[in-house]
């Protein structure tokens, strides 16, 4: 089964060969990537209408590149699988609207993939991560433990309550003068530093359930940082690194909450999304996976930040489950910049919280 997959949701322009075989194994083909940093250098921050007109500029030669790297024909493929969200839509709209030409001129299948969806499968592309198994998803925009069952069974456990992990890296990397993206800024600024040297707070530790909240360490590093008359490059390695190690404890700590909630007689981990590519995460929660006895999956660093392999791979995987998509469906085609992978559990309010229980 061979699929393309286009991945246009944020500032990254991917597109992607991979083959699934006979016995679910999947085999990239070619991985194509023009990552959009520098065109938003200047403003700090990613614009939306820059990352839109960049997607229109590259889309049709980064895709040519993935073809001839994987050495097939558009005729070669099974179907074209394109993010539909969430995410920025004008980007969004581009890949999404390439996907459909391309479909259509070719006589394809067209599978409209979730970005969630394809973080939250991408371990499998190189691990072994039957299903079932507690999925932690740290990216830029999100951050989540669910429970995946099968290919489009998810159910949200704990979600941010402010801040998602990458946005907290990428926020205080800005203040600390680092530049963008801020996770690897800091993790490369951290290998200096004493991540003893400050005593950062332990967000919800207190309160039950495994939602996260990061906004409070970001201003924990900012007061920090404000306290020191002078900042030289030894106290950035430090703040990078005791912020480091507190966002790791956080997401460590809120993970073994969860783990404890379930019943599971085989535990398995999977942690994906950018965040994941992080190092000092990774030990951290290898050393609660270690106690717990559960199985940890990471899928490799490449594969973990925004790709268009891992949208092929949920187009291959959906193919495989015979769900897809059809094209004259407008409303299942359409791009979206909001679409949850898996609804908040029972009492859960969105931006409050767990509440307990409803009445
Ligand atoms: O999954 P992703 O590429 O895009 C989204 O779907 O959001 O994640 C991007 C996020 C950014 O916030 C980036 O700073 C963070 O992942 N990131 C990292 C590392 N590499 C990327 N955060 C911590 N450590 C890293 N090594
Ligand atoms: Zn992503």
């Known amino acids: 089964m061979l699929v393309l997959g286009l991945e246009t949701s ?3 322009t991917a597109a992607a060969i991979i083959r699934r075989e006979p016995d679910g194994r999947c085999r990239i083909l070619s991985n194509e990537i023009w990552t959009e940093h520098d065109d938003h250098a200047a403003f700090g921050g ?7 007109r960049s997607h229109v500029e590259r889309l049709d030669r980064t895709i040519e590149k993935a073809v001839s790297n994987a050495e097939i024909n558009f005729q070669d493929l099974d179907a074209i699988a394109a993010t539909a969200g969430p995410g920025l839509v004008g980007g969004v709209m581009v890949g999404l609207t390439t996907g459909k030409a391309l479909s259509l001129a070719h006589d394809k299948s067209l599978i409209a993939i979730n970005h969630l969806e394809g973080h939250a499968l991408s371990a499998r592309m190189t691990e072994p991560a039957d299903f079932p198994y507690l999925l932690l998803l740290i990216s830029g925009g999100h951050t989540q433990l669910i429970w995946v069952s099968g290919i489009g069974e998810y159910q949200r456990l704990g979600s941010t309550i402010d801040d998602a ?17 801020g996770g ?5 600024a951290a290998t200096g530093g004493r991540a003893d040297k400050y005593d950062f707070p332990k967000p919800l ?9 990061f906004s409070g360490l970001k201003t924990a590093v900012r007061d920090a940082a404000e306290n020191l008359e002078e900042i030289s490059g030894q106290d950035v390695a430090d703040l990078a690194a005791s912020f480091q190690f507190a966002a790791a404890r956080h997401l460590t700590l809120q993970t073994e909450k969860a783990m404890a909630n379930l019943s599971v007689s085989e535990g398995r981990l999977v942690v994906a999304g950018g965040v994941a590519a992080n190092c000092a995460i ?7 996976c270690e106690r717990k006895n559960w199985k940890l999956f990471f899928p490799p660093p490449k594969l973990c930040t925004d790709n268009g392999a891992m949208i092929a791979w949920a187009g291959a995987e959906r193919l495989a489950a015979g769900m897809t998509d059809d094209i004259t469906d407008v409303l299942a085609l359409a791009p979206r910049a909001r679409w949850p992978l898996a609804p908040p559990p029972e009492g859960f309010e969105i931006g409050g919280g767990r509440k307990g229980p409803k009445a």
């Open 10 to 12: 944020c500032d990254d």
């Open 184 to 188: 690897p800024r800091i993790e490369s």
């Open 282 to 288: 990774k030990s951290m929660l290898g050393s609660l």
């Open 205 to 213: 530790a207190q309160r039950e359930g495994c939602d996260f909240s």
């Open 165 to 181: 992990a990458g946005e907290a890296f990428d926020k205080t990397a800005k203040l600390l003068g680092l530049g963008q993206p």
């Open 46 to 52: 990613i614009v939306p209408e820059i990352a839109a």
